[in-house]
T-cell receptor, first 115, second 113 residues
Framework: EPEVTQTPSHQVTQMGQEVILRCVPI?????FYWYRQILGQKVEFLVS????????KSEIFDDQFSVERPDGSNFTLKIRSTKLEDSAMYFC?????????????FGPGTRLTVT | QKEVEQDPGPLSVPEGAIVSLNCTYS??????FMWYRQYSRKGPELLMY????GNKEDGRFTAQVDKSSKYISLFIRDSQPSDSATYLC?????????????FGQGTTLQVKP
């Protein structure tokens, strides 16, 4: 069964460093998302991406964040200058298309630890 | 008022019990309702989705939406220890062309053998 994959599973970085989290969405899916989950808190929407453009971004997704689909398979989230409060699980998700936004499939997540 | 509220539990039941998990939401614009299962330190796994009001059944799982009371339920019949996980409800506006999901806090379920 196709699945969303994410690398690395765990990333430790120092405050102020740049990190890139990588995702390979399900191959025939058209919409891609990033969510994050701070330990013990809700899963929060960060950004949605379609046709090489951001469709919507949350208040959390400020200028320190960017997303990119550098090729036909990868989808990345970059945090330019990490802060301690960026420590969280970051989940990538994908969905088949506009009419199936509700059908989102999540990857296993990348645990980001900022020290 | 929070958009989606869910009792975090934990909820502990014996194997074989019927489990009822619930959420409430505040915005009547929400039309799609999803249930995800999340094992510890793993990604959310889509269990079921429903549109508007009504019931949907899939094996031992039944999702129920009551839009008049803004209440979402997930029932698990004949619960198994492998059902032990955190269950997340999520909603989405029908007008959303961006796919943003709004999640509840999640309810932790433990099924004891």
């Amino acid at each position: 069964e196709p699945e969303v994959t994410q690398t690395p599973s765990h990333q430790v970085t120092q405050m102020g460093q740049e990190v890139i989290l990588r995702c390979v969405p399900i191959s025939n899916h058209l919409y891609f998302y990033w969510y994050r989950q701070i330990l013990g808190q809700k899963v929060e929407f960060l950004v949605s991406f379609y046709n090489n453009e951001i469709s919507e971004k949350s208040e959390i997704f400020d200028d320190q964040f960017s997303v990119e689909r550098p090729d036909g398979s990868n989808f990345t989230l970059k945090i330019r200058s990490t802060k301690l409060e960026d420590s969280a699980m970051y989940f990538c998700a994908s969905s088949p298309g506009f009419s199936k936004h509700y059908e989102q499939y999540f990857g296993p997540g990348t645990r980001l630890t900022v020290t | 008022q929070k958009e989606v509220e869910q009792d975090p539990g934990p909820l502990s039941v014996p194997e074989g019990a019927i489990v009822s998990l619930n959420c409430t939401y505040s915005n009547s614009a929400f039309q799609y309702f999803m249930w995800y299962r999340q094992y510890s330190r793993k990604g959310p796994e889509l269990l079921m989705y429903t549109y508007s009001s009504g019931n949907k059944e899939d094996g031992r799982f039944t999702a129920q939406v009551d839009k008049s009371s803004k209440y979402i339920s997930l029932f698990i019949r004949d619960s198994q220890p492998s059902d032990s996980a955190t269950y997340l409800c999520a909603t989405q506006k029908s007008s959303s062309n961006t796919g943003k999901l709004i999640f509840g806090q999640g309810t932790t379920l433990q099924v004891k053998p």
